[in-house]
């Protein structure tokens, strides 16, 4: 049995062509405007993204922009910052145990029961 249809074959060829979508350009301003509505408390990311015909894909990639404030829009100003010389600052910060501290932690934690 044959299952070839020449009509079928014939109304898919004549149809006309499916519309190009234009890809659509977000403003920087505008992507930041979403971003910002999906950072409130209780706000579904997908729900604000469906209600600007965006995916919601996207709009946590432009989040994850906006948290590493890569998403254009404010210059950052940069503060002048020193830097302490490390090897002093970690020496001042590390524990001595005495022999005897020692000791009496690791005899605590062997006693019966203890942890």
Do not use: C
């Not at 830097?83 to 020496?91: E, G, H, L, Y």
């Amino acid at each position: 049995m044959d299952t070839y249809n020449q009509a079928d074959t014939e109304a898919v060829s004549e149809s006309p062509a499916a519309p190009v979508v234009q890809r659509r350009y977000w403003s920087v301003e505008d992507k930041r405007r979403i971003v910002e509505k999906t950072l409130i408390k209780g706000t579904s990311v997908a729900r604000v993204a469906r209600a600007h015909g965006v995916n919601a894909n996207q709009v946590f990639q432009w989040r994850r922009q906006y948290r590493k404030r890569q998403l254009g829009g404010r210059a950052m100003k940069l503060l002048p910052a020193t830097v302490a010389d490390t090897a002093t600052i970690k020496a001042s910060h590390k524990r001595h145990w005495s022999a005897e501290a020692k000791q009496r932690t690791v005899e605590a934690a062997l006693a019966a029961g203890e942890t």
